[in-house]
């Protein structure tokens, strides 16, 4: 064990997919070859991090692994990347959703090493976000996630995809320089209070400060972190982007970038800023609340069912917040899995989306129909993910979305009451998109194949993740309990659920 804990398994996490897209590119003239080099980095991706995972299966408090080497030392930036039970998950659902992104893009022609290139680029800096405990390093591969999807909605994707792509640019790089500002404002801070230079964590936490300027800076942080998330009225990128996006850009949108914003306010905004993050938990669950009817009613409304799915992960990613606000050992750990769940269930039905968007060259609810007499296994498929998107006992959604109402509930009735009224909201959006698409009368009269073998394998890969998660999640509970307990150890213990302000 020893000998396995020193291997630098994190870094060769991260730069076994920088390093694939870098041969890409330097290949990308030869497009088989680098449509399969995508798959085998991101399959041994993947087979590092499911490896990592039974390692480290029975959690613990602390770090599980941990690497710590001098880099620019004259400013104090270190190589620091961690991995608790926390991130432990969230790198293996990266891990699996990159797999399924470049599965789900097997038949893209157009510029395709570069295409792929661009894939494994974003598992680098999204890995790098998981991982990274310097502020210096975390800012360099959040700012590596934005370039890659900047490109693939600009370059593959829909009709205004250029519109789409500028305004998600737009909104995430406005609020990652705030959180710059705020980096540079917290380490002169540090320094000016007799600290060492550094940008780590550790160091930073507890630094001195005026009540003032400890909000301001938490303000900054978490502008950039709710706009990723994204919560009402900072989320309106995320419909365009989703609608323009290529289904590969669509599912790691969902799956996983809208993950770093809750993640990082875990590992940064609370225990860098413990006063001002409890002061906000009433307004964030506020915030999630509305965001929940909000998105629901929209999604509710919508004609295309890939703009249907993008609102209704606004609805979901309001549930993860109010679990963060809640501020409580169950509702914290069902957040966290709620994040998983909804990577799963929300890439699945993008990447059906896609699939029936190939065949029907429309995502129009009002041209769809029928599909069940036509694709039966595609259609079982669509009406499995459905459900388990909108919570159905038995299958993932369900599991974590209870857990954030019973903690809910155990922080403020009132929070939990409201958030349970949102759940049969749910219902009827997914309902609406399940008969407008698979039910009803058959539009058209061409032929579509049902599903090819290579979308079958990933399409079960994924309904027996939902099933593993909704019928026995203790094992990803497990790993939760250390890493939660030691979140809710850093704030403060008097906080005042005393309801929304």
Not at 45 to 55: D, I, N, T
Not at 186 to 209: I, K
Not at 459 to 475: E, N
Request: aromatic residues 14%.
């Amino acid at each position: 064990m020893t000998e396995f804990i020193h291997i630098p398994w994190l870094t060769i996490l991260v730069f076994l997919p920088l390093a694939g897209a870098l041969l890409c590119l330097a290949l990308h003239r030869r497009e088989v070859l680098c449509r399969w080099l995508a798959l085998a980095v991101s399959w041994g991706v993947f087979v590092l991090a499911a490896g990592l995972f039974a390692a480290f299966r029975q959690g613990g408090a602390g770090w599980l692994l941990y690497e710590d080497h001098a880099w620019i030392e004259r400013l104090g930036v270190r190589y620091i990347l961690g991995l608790d039970g926390i991130s432990l998950l969230l790198v293996l659902l990266s891990g699996f959703l990159m797999l399924t992104a470049v599965l789900v893009s097997w038949k893209v022609r157009r510029h395709t090493g570069f295409f792929f290139a661009l894939l494994l680029l974003m598992e680098a800096g999204i890995l790098g976000v998981f991982l990274a405990l310097d502020l210096v390093l975390f800012y360099l591969f959040w700012e590596l996630m934005l370039i890659p999807m900047f490109f693939l909605i600009g370059v593959w994707g829909h009709e205004r995809r250029i519109y789409a792509a500028v305004k998600f640019f737009l909104f995430t790089l406005a609020g990652s320089l705030l959180m710059l500002l705020a980096i540079i404002g917290l380490h002169l801070l540090h320094t000016a209070g007799g600290g060492a230079p550094s940008f780590a964590l550790e160091a930073l936490r507890g630094t001195s400060m005026s009540t003032t300027v400890e909000f301001w800076l938490y303000g900054a942080f978490l502008l950039a972190f709710i706009i990723k998330v994204p919560l009402v009225p900072v989320h309106t990128w995320l419909p365009d982007a989703h609608t323009e996006a290529p289904t590969a850009g669509s599912v790691i949108l969902a799956g996983l970038l809208l993950k770093t914003g809750v993640y990082g306010l875990l590992r940064f905004g609370f225990p860098l800023f413990p006063a001002a993050a409890l002061a906000s938990l009433p307004w964030l669950a506020l915030l999630a609340l509305i965001g929940i009817f909000y998105a629901a009613w929209i999604a509710y409304l919508q004609t295309d069912a890939k703009r249907l799915v993008a609102y209704s992960s606004v609805a979901h990613m309001g549930f993860v917040v109010l679990g963060l606000a809640a501020w409580n050992q169950t509702a914290l750990e069902g957040g966290i899995l709620q994040m998983v769940n909804h990577g799963i269930t929300t890439g699945a039905l993008f990447a059906l989306v896609g699939m029936i968007d190939e065949r029907a060259h429309t995502r129009q609810i009002a041209e769809l129909g029928g599909l069940w007499g036509r694709v039966p296994r595609l259609s079982f498929f669509f009406l499995f993910f459905s459900l388990a998107s909108l919570g159905l006992p038995g299958l993932n959604n369900f599991a974590g979305e209870i857990l954030i109402l019973i903690g809910a509930f155990q922080a403020n009735p009132l929070w939990g009451a409201t958030a349970f009224a949102g759940v049969v909201f749910a219902a009827a959006y997914m309902l609406r998109l399940v008969q407008g698409v698979i039910w009803g009368p058959a539009r058209g009269a061409v032929f579509w194949p049902d599903l090819e073998p290579r979308e079958a394998v990933v399409l079960i890969a994924l309904a027996l993740l939902v099933l593993w998660l909704g019928l026995y999640p203790a094992p990803f509970l497990q790993v939760l309990e250390g890493p939660v307990s030691d979140l809710l150890a850093q704030l403060p213990q008097t906080l005042n659920h005393g309801g929304p302000p």
